[in-house]
Structure formats: structure tokens, C-alpha cells
């Protein structure tokens, strides 16, 4: 098996990173379940001698991943929001970072709880504007950390231009691609230093396994990284890594399914008459249409709709029968979710009012079963309002 120089994206998907076994020529990189490794003789060894520092089912994904991502190097953490904390020490206290608004209540907290502790500051703006992004930019800022589409309202930012706006002040920059995943779009491509994800959503895609990773480009972050996984130690098992792995081969089949079944139902949602607004980048009623269609391919597994209060939302969320009500997103299977109350509930009201997290608000995480199901599921429900 030898990746060609220049294979397509599922073909990537598949072979990146992964070698037969060399110990049986196992076609699956095995589970190595393992916290040390023998030396032959004192200093002789096989380039493994501790399971926080190296492991091969580890390693393996993470070459997978930087393929796919179109990084040169990857580094797996036990969660998304572990991943986000090693790229937070690349920074030193007095550091300041600009950051999408509407990011990801998880990173908001880490950020405001956690790392202003050390001495980092953050500027929260609307990074859809490339003017609010360059006047939130000080001498002290080192990081643009962006994320795109945005949780739940699906705000898009543009990243060849917010790359471009970030680079002419000397600030790198991160994204947050687990709500697109790297099938949808690739941030690198668009001049982006690190792309961080949760591989907990789309990449394992099968809602059973919880992980993180970072990708890189530049010599100095993949140094530091590195070291930091090491250091740190927070780092993704052997099993989690072999599920990811699994689930990374099916990723474009998968987000082909989810992009289709969630242009179905936004259609539907659009046309209901109980439906007050429909958040989703594919319909050209959505602000950032064009956007969408330049730099995403497909627009994604995520959908939010508002029914005009929070009875209405209620009698929706308790009457789905088909999706089941959780926090998550990423799966197979399709989750509803009231972003108000579930994955939004420790951000301030007023600031989720601002950011368009109103109580009328339902997101669906659109799986990959039968859309006809999933329609039929929501008509009954709606029915119910
Ligand atoms: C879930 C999620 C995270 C955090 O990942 P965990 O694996 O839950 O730690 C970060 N960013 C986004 C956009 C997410 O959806």
C-alpha cells in the first residue's frame, strides 16, 4: 500500500498515516495497549520508550489527521477542550487574542476562568467583519482564534481574509474546524497556522469516543507542541486514537450524508409556517451565502431554527420522537438540542441575546439516517406547537 503523491481526499481519508502492521502486516494499525516498551540494550531501542511520549495507534492518527487537514504535523488530546489548552501555551502571560465572538461555550470558559488567570486577555468580535477583527488588534496581540460556522446561529467568517488581516500584524492563527470538520473545509488551504478539533463530533462520528487534536504547519508551533503533549501529558489513549482512526476513513461519505440530509430539512424547515427563521449557510437566505459557497464544500451537519418562544421550542424538543435530545453534535445518529439551556446555559442571558441565542432557538445536529425519517419526525413534532 503507497499513498499516491497526489491522492484525493477519501483516498487520504483511508491510507494517511497508516502503515500494515510491521509486526503481522495487519491491515488495521492495532490497538497498542501499552505504557512502555522494552529496550533491547541500555540506549538500544525501537523509538518508543513510554506511552505518554509515543505510541504507534496515537501516532498513526495523528499522521492520519495532519494529512487530511493538509498540516505537517498532528498532536492527539484526551478532549477538544484539552487540545485548545496545549495551543493556549504557546502563549505567554501579557499575550492578548482576538476571538470569534460566538465561539464555543467551552473555549469561552477556558479562556475567561482558566487562562486570564495567567495573564492572557481576550477581545471577543463579530470575526465575520474584517474591519472589527484589525481594530480589535493591538502591539500585544499574538492570536486570531476563529471559528467557523459559528454555535448554533452559524455565522461565517471569511478565513483567506481574516488569515490575510491577522498575518499583516504578525498574529497566527487558529480555527476551530469541528463544527465543519476537514471535509467541508480545510483552514490551512486558507492561510490558517494551527486548526484545532474535537474529534469528539465529526471526525470519530460515531458518538463514542471523547478526543482532541491539533494541527500545525510552522517548525517552532510543531516544536513546541511537542513538547507541550509531552509535558503536559494530556494526551489521547491508544483506544480512542484506534476509534478516531475508524472513524476518520468514512468521514467523506459521512459529511457527503450529513450535507445532504441537512439541506433536505433546512429546505423543509424554511417553507414550515410554524418555523419563524432558519440559520443554515446552504440556504441563500443566509447573510453569508456566497461565502458559504466559496469556502465550504457542502454546508454542514448543523442546523438552527427559532419558533417564537420557548413553549413552542419545548412542545418541538419533547415531540421528536426519531432525534434524540442531547448536547453533541458530529454523530450518525441526529441530536436536538435547546442551545439556551443545554450547551449555552453559562453564558450570560444578555450576552446570549447579543449573540442571537434567543430562547425560541432549536438546533439539530443532522445525522446520517433515512431523511425521510428525519422530516417525517419534525412534521409530527411541529404538529404539536
Ligand atoms: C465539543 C466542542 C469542543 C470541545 O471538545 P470536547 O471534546 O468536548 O472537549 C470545542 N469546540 C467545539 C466547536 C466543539 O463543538
Request: charged share 20%; hydrophobic share 40%; aromatic share 6%.
Amino acid at each position: 500500500m503507497k499513498l499516491p503523491e497526489h491522492a484525493r481526499f477519501s483516498t487520504i481519508c483511508i491510507h494517511a498515516g497508516q502503515a500494515p502492521d510491521p509486526a503481522t502486516g495487519a491491515i488495521i494499525t492495532p490497538i497498542y495497549q501499552t505504557s512502555t516498551y522494552v529496550q533491547e540494550a541500555l540506549g538500544v531501542h525501537k523509538g518508543y520508550e513510554y506511552a505518554r511520549t509515543q505510541n504507534p495507534t496515537r501516532a498513526a492518527l495523528e499522521a492520519n489527521v495532519a494529512a487530511i487537514e493538509h498540516g505537517r504535523a498532528a498532536f492527539a488530546f484526551a478532549s477538544g477542550m484539552a487540545a485548545e489548552g496545549a495551543v493556549m501555551t504557546l502563549l505567554q502571560s501579557g499575550d492578548h487574542v482576538v476571538v470569534t465572538d460566538n465561539t464555543y461555550g467551552g473555549t469561552y470558559r477556558l479562556f475567561e476562568q482558566v487562562l486570564r488567570k495567567y495573564g492572557l486577555d481576550f477581545t471577543y468580535v463579530d470575526t465575520s467583519s474584517l474591519d472589527e477583527i484589525e481594530r480589535a488588534i493591538r502591539p500585544s496581540t499574538k492570536m486570531l482564534f476563529l471559528e467557523t460556522p459559528t454555535n448554533p446561529v452559524l455565522r461565517l467568517t471569511d478565513l483567506a481574509g481574516a488569515c490575510q488581516v491577522a498575518h499583516r500584524h504578525g498574529v497566527f492563527v487558529a480555527v476551530d474546524n469541528t463544527f465543519a470538520s476537514p471535509y467541508v473545509q480545510r483552514p490551512i488551504g486558507f492561510g490558517a497556522d494551527l486548526v484545532v478539533h474535537s474529534t469528539t463530533k465529526f471526525l470519530n462520528g460515531h458518538s463514542d469516543s471523547v478526543g482532541g487534536i491539533v494541527v500545525a504547519v510552522r517548525d517552532d508551533h510543531i516544536e513546541w507542541l511537542r513538547f507541550v503533549q509531552n509535558a503536559e501529558g494530556a494526551i489521547l489513549g491508544p483506544m480512542d486514537a484506534w476509534l478516531v482512526l475508524r472513524g476518520t476513513k468514512t468521514l467523506p461519505i459521512r459529511m457527503e450524508r450529513h450535507n445532504a440530509n441537512a439541506m433536505v430539512l433546512a429546505e423543509y424547515l424554511a417553507s414550515h409556517p410554524k418555523v419563524a427563521q432558519v440559520h443554515y449557510p446552504g440556504l441563500p437566505s443566509h447573510p453569508q451565502h456566497e461565502l458559504a459557497r466559496r469556502q465550504m464544500c457542502g454546508f454542514g451537519g448543523l442546523i438552527s431554527f427559532r419558533v417564537g418562544s420557548l413553549e413552542r421550542a419545548r412542545a418541538v424538543l419533547n415531540g421528536v420522537e426519531l432525534m434524540a435530545l442531547a448536547e453533541s453534535l458530529g454523530g450518525v445518529e441526529t441530536l436536538i438540542s435547546h442551545p439556551a439551556t443545554m450547551t449555552h446555559a453559562s453564558v450570560p442571558a444578555d450576552r446570549r441575546q447579543r449573540l442571537g441565542i434567543t430562547d425560541d432557538l432549536i438546533r439539530i445536529s443532522v445525522g446520517i439516517e433515512h431523511v425521510d425519517d428525519l422530516r417525517d419526525d419534525l412534521a409530527q413534532a411541529l404538529d404539536r406547537v
